[in-house]
């Protein structure tokens, strides 16, 4: 749907801060005036880099990393799944792939390596990050081990955190439909709502505190739904866009390994 419309409704909510403000894709740095640019002109921008060799240049493909130049909704989603030290490993991994052990040993003041594997499976979990494993054979030992190194994964996060953004508007615009096609009752201490059929059911009295109930004008409550759902297709347009580009991105580097 268009950032206008939503649920089958006109969208009269102002447009989110976070998008007034205009946040750079987090796969290309470009300023707040760029965001709006197409995704031609990205993509002819990312070209001219990459064809200069900045994106080949390790130091700076490092710098480009650091999560401080990623938008606000990739750090708020590691805060939800990892927390405030899993952003800190994310920071760390923004210059991998690096080793487990050498994760375990720079956070070692922060957490026990316990603690570093439940951030760590968290941000896998998350699409944040991901891990390689390579057999190492040591002269002094007998059994080989396994060495873990973890890197980002940005675009997948995106992705992932796209497709969770498009469930909570579903949910938006199936609990508009719910208000708008029942009528709700409810006791003057508004202990509960219930539809007519179970306010029926138990005679039209509160289960909670014994008061009748009467109806309830919920058109107030579908109103602010409306509006959630609203700015909810404005982020999920806006996360789409950028999802666009990393795809078109990945096309890309695709076509230029070959």
């Known amino acids: 749907?268009?950032?206008?419309?939503?649920?089958?409704?006109?969208?009269?909510?102002?447009?989110?801060?976070?998008?007034?403000r205009g946040r750079a894709h987090p796969l290309v740095r470009t300023s707040p005036e760029r965001c709006t640019a197409s995704l031609a002109d990205l993509l002819s921008e990312y070209t001219k880099n990459a064809e200069h060799g900045i994106a080949g240049e390790k130091k700076k493909k490092a710098k480009a990393n650091k999560l401080t130049t990623y938008d606000p909704d990739i750090e708020e989603h590691i805060l939800k799944i990892a927390g405030t030290n899993g952003l800190l490993m994310a920071e760390f991994l923004a210059h991998g792939p690096i080793k487990e052990t050498d994760i375990v040993e720079r956070f070692s003041p922060l957490m026990d390596r316990k603690e570093v594997h439940q951030a760590l499976y968290a941000l896998?979990?998350?699409?944040?990050a991901n891990s390689t494993q390579e057999t190492v054979r040591l002269p002094d030992k007998k059994n080989p081990w396994v060495q873990y190194s973890w890197y980002l994964t940005l675009d997948e996060a995106l992705f992932h955190l796209f497709g969770k953004e498009q469930r909570v508007l579903r949910d938006l615009k199936l609990t508009v439909e719910y208000e708008k096609t029942n009528n709700f009752y409810a006791c003057p201490s508004r202990c509960m709502k219930m539809t007519f059929d179970k306010a029926y059911s138990v005679g039209f009295r509160c289960p909670n505190c014994g008061a009748e109930m009467s109806y309830l004008d919920n058109n107030p409550a579908i109103d602010n739904l409306?509006?959630?759902?609203?700015?909810?297709?404005m982020l999920c347009g806006e996360i789409e866009s950028r999802c666009e580009i990393c795809r078109a991105r990945q096309s890309l580097q695709k076509k230029r390994s070959r």
């Open 226 to 233: 409306k509006k959630a759902a609203c700015m909810q297709e």
């Open 1 to 20: 749907g268009s950032a206008g419309q939503s649920a089958g409704f006109a969208c009269a909510c102002p447009v989110p801060a976070k998008q007034a």
């Open 124 to 128: 896998r979990d998350g699409k944040v």
